[in-house]
């Protein structure tokens, strides 16, 4: 045994006898959570967020008022004061929205033709990265996790910004729009450095056409021969649009308000957002849903026997197949009830899709699923609130048909989520002068050394 592997045994040992020591002296009993009117996850017992803060920018709907009682609702997205669906069934056949709303969010207001066309061409012309940055930076260290790789890629453009700890709002925005830009570039080379010095694959590098949009730009950077359909274009345009901005509450963005109201830059602000939305219990959940499927089509003959799929399911939920955690993923919501918005419209651009890759049948095993999950659930567990599917059921299913490969997944979510973290960030900056502190009350033991 050589001495570096005898000192990583040595250290894992170590380390797992300081965890027995961790685990006794940082425990807390559950009472005192409820004793003291302590919110777990800045959530109440009935799951809803505790108000923390104030926004313009989106607004999520799951409930209204009627007749003074709380009456679960089918869920509702607005951006900067227009309905999610109306913005997408407001674009033309042969549209691609991303930039154009991605303007709304950031500004607060629809675009007119002139500053629609002003902002794709800076975001058309921001699309490009430091020379030689994709082979000294991206290339050098390859890495499964593409949103690493993407992190440390945007704390190192920071050293190229001779401004980069101007915390000034044009600057700020100037930042922003560049990450913006930037982000399907960090994203897709990543991925094809991993490709190719992980997985042997083939090495190519496209540059982007800044006459193409988001959506374009990324099919057409990951494919070797750079076509793309119009329906695979739509398809991607509308799933960006779709993750872009859900709130201030959620994991990421309520980080990206944290660190921006300590006074940090752009780039740390972008950074720590990052790295929260990895986490599978945020952005990664489409990975999850993808990875449960495979394990029903393993175990599920007939995707058209619903007797089959019911009992399946009822296994998952009982914890005698796939994870043994009892959750059927992609069903259900933190804030959505009866329905999510973003299920209900991305669902017929999956069935577009289908139709054209000839994938009904995997489609109808989801539409079953869909059916069947919600009983299944309920009929296991006391649900408070409706169970429905949400983005993320059918996200994982539409990027697998877009030849997307699950490594670029949350990466995927990330180039449409930042657009929403900018949003907040100068909202943040122009709204709020005050570092965000919740409390903590201490339930530690004084001891003496006496």
Partial sequence: MDVEQMNLEQMNEYVMELEKICSENDSISPRLFEEYGVNCGLRDENGKGVLTGLTNISKIVSSKIVNNQKVLCDGELWYRGYRVEELINHLGKHEYGFEKIAYLLLMGEMPDKQQEAEFRQMIGECRTLPTNFTRDVIMKAPSEDVMNTMTRSILTLASYDKKAKDTGISNSLRQCIRLISEFPLLAVYAYNAYNHYEKDGSMFIHHPDKNLSTAENILMMLRPDKKYTDTEAKVLDTALILHMEHGGGNNSTFTTRVVT??????????????????????????????????????????????????????????????????????????????????????????????????????????????????????????????????????????????????????????????????????????????????????????????
């Fill in 261 to 450: 109201s300590s006074g940090s830059d752009t780039y740390s602000t972008i950074a720590a957002a990052m790295c929260s939305l990895k986490g599978p219990k945020h952005g990664g959940a489409n990975i999850k849903v993808m990875d449960m499927m495979a394990d029903i089509r393993a175990h599920v003959k007939d995707y058209a026997d619903k007797d089959e799929i019911a009992a399946y399911l009822q296994k998952i939920v009982d914890k005698e197949a796939f994870d043994h955690k009892g959750l059927i993923y992609g069903m259900g919501h933190a804030v959505y009830s009866l329905s999510d918005p973003r299920e209900r419209v991305f669902k017929e651009y999956v069935r577009n899709l289908a139709e054209e890759k000839q994938r009904q049948r995997d489609l109808q095993l989801y539409e079953n699923i869909e059916e069947l999950a919600p009983g299944i659930i309920a009929g296991k567990r006391n649900i408070m609130k409706g169970v429905s599917p949400n983005v993320d059921f059918y996200s994982g299913f539409a990027y697998d048909m877009l030849g997307i490969p699950v490594e670029l997944y949350t990466a995927m979510f990330a180039v449409a989520r930042i657009v929403g973290w900018s949003a907040h960030r100068i909202e943040e900056l122009i709204c709020t002068d005050k570092i965000i502190r919740p409390a903590y009350m201490s339930v530690m033991e004084e001891k003496s050394l006496d």
